[in-house]
């Protein structure tokens, strides 16, 4: 018959386990080239200042859209991390860039969440890549 000790590291190992593979299903990471629907989601919250983060201080216009990055968990909740090339402008130009020539461009990375629940987005950080940049 096992002893008690045994039993209780038995357990404790099922358990990590579990929590272990809840962990996994409860977020999903997906890398890929954008749907036109995220390229979308990118430009409309680039462009409304009013869903980004106070602490951004970067604001850019993004010409194209290398790649995005998906996190989804089950709450409801999405993760995006886009790679963009664009410009730092101010803050009145900020979305898709227009088509004249801008003084600092490069390549980006934006960090939005999607909220399905509450049908909100927050542009939660702007990052502009120190090895991407031209004069």
């Not at 979308?40 to 216009?61: F, Q, R």
């Not at 898709?96 to 909220?115: A, H, K, Q």
């Amino acid at each position: 018959m096992p002893s008690l000790g045994a039993f209780a590291s038995s357990l404790c190992l099922m358990l990590l386990a579990f929590s272990t593979s809840e962990a996994t299903t409860e977020s999903k990471v997906v890398k890929a080239k954008p749907t036109k629907a995220e390229t979308n989601l990118l430009y409309d919250a680039l462009g409304d200042l009013s869903v980004y983060s106070p602490d951004i201080d970067t604001y850019v216009c993004a010409k194209v859209v290398w790649s995005v990055k998906k996190w989804t968990s089950s709450s409801g909740v999405t993760k995006y991390k886009f790679s963009v090339h664009g410009c730092v402008v101010g803050d009145e130009y900020v979305g898709r860039c227009l088509d004249y020539p801008y003084v600092l461009f490069g390549n980006f990375d934006v960090f939005i969440t999607s909220d399905t629940k509450t049908d909100s987005l927050a542009v939660t950080s702007v990052k502009l890549r120190p090895d991407r940049v031209t004069q």
